[in-house]
């Protein structure tokens, strides 16, 4: 595929690091009109510092949405191109020792707020009679690990959005893609274990010895196998924009495609032995 022969406005949140900065960096060298956003105003800064067009945007804050969406079609002269919804973070902890306040906040930026981002997105597009809405969501989206029920749910719950819109906008010459890493290179973990420490209270829970095994994979700086660096997703992204037909799921690393098949021709009970293998927390006898 050809780089664009004119330059193509595309949003792109979540790009204080890893993914979304790896997708801004190289869609601005394919010379798209890339706005690369971040919560924290630091994170804006050096996006700028790179050369990268950069504003603030925070998920879980409405008037935030509102200005960033209001900044970039401005400065596009009413046009974009693509959306590319990364902006997201990962709650750890057992279902039973959420608070629910603190689920409502992993909704907030990983669902409500995304979802706040494409509906105003996609008037823009319907007017164009062209877009592309590119959902960077999880193979956690497809199967449950244990620890991690927020966020499961989270992009179980983008999933099933995504696939309805897709429904919706057919024939509008909007496409809808969804990309779903297994483990990438990012510092995913490190955050994680912030939002761990900072909601769950692993002492007095009933799982504390299973919060001692999780705390160590979060802590670790040792990729787990089959890791991919960011250029794995950025690659599904640029296909994603630039294909002809664009796919509507994209798996990405080996665990990803993986999982995705075993889902489909396992059933519940051995796709729950799969999974617990996977996780390190062993299986439970019923």
């Known amino acids: 595929m050809q780089n664009p022969t004119t330059m193509k406005t595309v949003l792109v949140t979540g790009c204080s690091s890893g993914i979304g900065r790896a997708i801004a960096r190289h869609l601005h060298e394919r010379d798209y009109?890339?706005?690369?956003?971040?919560?924290?105003?630091?994170?804006?800064?050096?996006?700028?510092?790179?050369?990268?067009?950069?504003?603030?945007l925070d998920l879980a804050d409405q008037s935030s949405i509102d200005t960033a969406m209001s900044t970039v079609l401005d400065a596009s002269g009413g046009e974009l191109y693509a959306l590319i919804n990364n902006g997201a973070?990962?709650?750890?902890?057992?279902?039973?020792?959420?608070?629910?306040?603190?689920?409502r906040r992993q909704f907030e930026t990983n669902v409500f707020g995304t979802h706040e981002l494409t509906r105003q997105a996609i008037p823009v597009m319907r007017r164009?009679?062209?877009?592309?809405?590119?959902?960077?969501?999880?193979?956690?989206?497809?199967v449950c690990?244990?620890?991690?029920?927020?966020y499961n749910a989270s992009k179980y719950a983008l999933e099933a959005l995504s696939d309805t819109l897709r429904l919706?906008?057919?024939g509008s010459g909007v496409h809808v893609s969804l990309i779903e890493p297994g483990?990438?290179?990012?510092?995913?973990?490190?955050?994680?274990?912030a939002a761990f420490r900072q909601h769950i209270n692993a002492d007095q829970s009933a799982h504390r010895d299973a919060y001692a095994r999780e705390?160590?994979?979060?802590?670790?700086?040792k990729p787990v196998p089959y890791t991919l660096p960011e250029s794995a997703v950025v690659d599904k992204v640029v296909h994603a924009l630039e294909s002809g037909k664009p796919k509507i799921r994209y798996p990405v690393t080996r665990p990803a495609r993986v999982f995705s098949l075993l889902k489909r021709v396992l059933s519940d009970r051995m796709t729950d032995r799969v999974l617990h293998a996977a996780s390190g927390h062993g299986r439970k006898r019923d």
Do not use: C, M, W
């Open 215 to 221: 705390v160590k994979r979060l802590q670790s700086n």
């Open 89 to 103: 973070y990962g709650q750890p902890g057992a279902v039973e020792d959420l608070p629910t306040d603190v689920l």
């Open 168 to 170: 919706e906008l057919a």
């Open 128 to 142: 164009q009679g062209a877009g592309h809405i590119v959902q960077i969501s999880s193979i956690l989206g497809l």
């Open 33 to 56: 009109q890339v706005f690369a956003t971040a919560r924290a105003e630091s994170d804006v800064t050096s996006l700028q510092d790179e050369g990268l067009q950069s504003l603030q």
């Open 145 to 150: 690990l244990p620890y991690r029920g927020a």
């Open 183 to 193: 483990p990438i290179t990012s510092s995913f973990r490190a955050n994680a274990y």
